[in-house]
Nanobody, 117 residues
Framework: QVPLVESGGGLVQPGGSLRLSCAAS????????LGWYRQAPGNERELVAD?????????ADSVKGRFTISRENAPNTVYLHLNMNSLKPEDTAVYYC?????????WGQGTQVTVSS
């Protein structure tokens, strides 16, 4: 079973909105944090937002006030959502879901977000 499955990317015009979702198996033990990262061509992968097991939330300065991260618990799955508003061309990247545990980090396959008119 694939631990992380992402969905919700696509093409959107500047100023538009998208919602990314990540489904994580609850078989992953010892979760410390869940987060969204992104990587644009030629750039390093960077943290967009994360939420710790204690509920502390952090955002990159470039997305504060525009993006909202949230966690949703289901019986067998943990969902991580990223609501993205007022999107800008510089938000264009492949977005990755990450689950950080004490022993290893799990990554999703990535979903493309393209902001263009």
């Amino acid at each position: 079973q694939v631990p992380l499955v992402e969905s919700g990317g696509g093409l959107v015009q500047p100023g538009g909105s998208l919602r990314l979702s990540c489904a994580a198996s609850r078989s992953i033990f010892g979760i410390n944090a869940l987060g969204w990262y992104r990587q644009a061509p030629g750039n390093e992968r960077e943290l967009v937002a994360d939420i710790t097991s204690g509920g502390r939330i952090s955002y990159a300065d470039s997305v504060k006030g525009r993006f909202t991260i949230s966690r949703e618990n289901a019986p067998n799955t943990v969902y991580l959502h990223l609501n993205m508003n007022s999107l800008k061309p510089e938000d264009t990247a492949v977005y990755y879901c990450q689950v950080a545990t004490s022993s290893k980090n799990y990554w999703g396959q990535g979903t493309q977000v393209t902001v263009s008119s």
